[in-house]
């Protein structure tokens, strides 16, 4: 499944913000074009009211109509008309093009058409006003708009990637501490300084938090720790009293065989207790003695401390070792692996073949004939699981060797192949 991909707090207010100040810029850039509009038809119409009144003064002064049109002048007619002219109609405005020979173009015109009354006749005045030049400003605000927006995105971009190293800095620092934090561990916490409140909330609460789970694991540690201690003293006793009275010539067979399970029982008890209490430290990463180990020596020396056993159950063991493999582990940790495996190839091999130990330059493998699992492959590492034929559990030590491999950094895999029970470790890999 493909890793969720995540932003930034700033990153995600900043894309926030610039969606937030395009559409202000979108609404103002309306808001002006329709002040724009309206200053527009204000300015025009107050130079048509000035030109208005100048061609009634000169009417009013007897000035011939035709003298007051002109190319200079903004007024291009003027008419006597009757004065059973519909008023109601005027005045008209009109938007239209003429084309201008010195630039070679079309620009934008506005018409209006009056009627005036002078010396008792009514006159139809049409004017005109070039326009072009007011609509170049008005289009000029889009225009604007995207370059604008453009160059604010960019300067805000810019900022984010700069400020966000200094702002954020406390912030990265404080998610460090909790990445590093182990719970138990007797290192204080940094204290990380900053003034931004939230900062210094998210530390505080922390600091309260990680108070109050060291608080709380201390006490279960000292707890389960009293709890094992406390444990092997009456579980020695009646292992003694059993091998005591295992000894005995007056003991019936049949009681021979109780005590027996008693003292196997009680051995069962104090392993289970010893190995719950590492699996707990290996959780809690208190073996952090990393090293770079060589595979084939510890499994030569770990075979030869068991063989004596594997031949009591005419078991025999094939090695194919190389010397290239090598693990990244805590030696003690692999220690355990190492013995808990062959362990369980002993003593749930069959004499239908050999133990095989096999390495090659990346991976570990131990293998041994037997019966198929009455549970699940992927139940096989869990606690306490038990097979259906079994009343031993299944997997406490496997558990414990799964626990390993994974705060290592070790993958362990287990399958069962032509009659033979299959586990091999390799370097887990990370995807990237």
């Known amino acids: 499944m493909a890793k969720k ?27 002006l074009t329709s002040e724009a509009d309206e200053f527009i038809d204000s300015d025009l119409n107050r130079r048509f009211s000035w030109i208005e009144r100048k061609v009634t003064y000169h009417l009013d002064e007897g000035v011939h109509p035709d003298s007051l049109v002109g190319s200079s002048s903004s007024v291009t007619s003027i008419e006597r008309v009757s004065k059973r002219c519909r008023k109601a109609e005027y005045p008209v405005y009109e938007d239209f093009t003429v084309y201008h020979d010195e630039l070679d173009r079309n620009l934008l015109h506005r018409k209006k058409i009056v009627l005036i009354t002078s010396n008792g006749q ?14 170049y400003f008005r289009d000029d605000i889009y225009e604007l708009i995207i370059p604008s927006f453009i160059v604010l995105t960019i300067l805000i971009v810019l900022s984010n990637a700069i400020l966000s190293g200094y702002f954020l800095q406390p912030f ?19 204290k990380v300084e900053t003034n931004t409140t939230e ?12 108070k109050r789970i060291d608080a709380d694991y201390n006490h279960l540690k000292e707890y389960t720790e009293d709890i094992a201690h406390e ?33 196997d029982e009680a051995n069962h008890i104090s392993k289970i207790g010893t190995t719950l209490n590492l699996i707990t430290k290996i959780e809690n990463g208190e073996f952090t003695d990393i090293k770079e ?29 190389s010397d290239v493999l090598q693990f990244q582990i805590d030696p003690y940790l692999f220690d355990i692996v190492l013995k808990n495996l062959l ?10 073949g050999p133990i095989k130990i096999k390495t090659s330059s990346t ?13 699940s492959e992927d139940q096989i590492f869990k606690r306490f699981v038990k097979g259906s034929t079994s009343s031993q559990s299944l997997g406490l030590g496997l558990a414990l060797v799964s626990k390993i491999c994974k705060v290592s950094n070790l993958e362990i895999q287990y399958s069962y192949q032509r009659k033979q029970h299959i586990f091999s470790i390799k370097t887990r890999k990370f995807n990237a």
């Open 343 to 352: 362990k369980n190839a002993i003593r749930y091999g069959s004499t239908e």
């Open 122 to 135: 009514l006159y139809r005045v049409e004017m005109n006003r070039e326009v072009q030049n007011y609509y």
């Open 231 to 263: 444990m092997q003293t009456p579980l020695a006793i009646i292992r003694n009293k059993s091998e005591a009275l295992m000894i005995s010539e007056k003991l019936e067979e049949e009681d021979a065989r109780t005590i027996k399970t008693i003292y």
């Open 293 to 321: 180990i060589n595979i084939k020596t510890e499994i030569e020396k770990q075979v030869e401390a068991i063989e004596e056993l594997a031949e009591l159950k005419n078991l025999q063991i094939e090695k194919e070792l």
């Open 172 to 190: 990265k620092r404080i998610l460090e501490q909790m990445q590093l934090y182990k719970v138990g561990g007797n290192k204080p916490l940094e």
């Open 5 to 31: 991909r995540t932003f930034n707090l700033l990153s995600r207010i900043t894309f926030f913000y610039l969606l937030f100040t395009l559409g202000v810029f979108l609404a103002y850039a309306q808001f």
């Open 199 to 210: 900062f210094v909330e998210m530390q505080d609460l922390f600091s309260k938090m990680v």
């Open 363 to 375: 991976e570990f493998i131990i293998s041994n004939y037997g019966s198929p699992l009455t549970i």
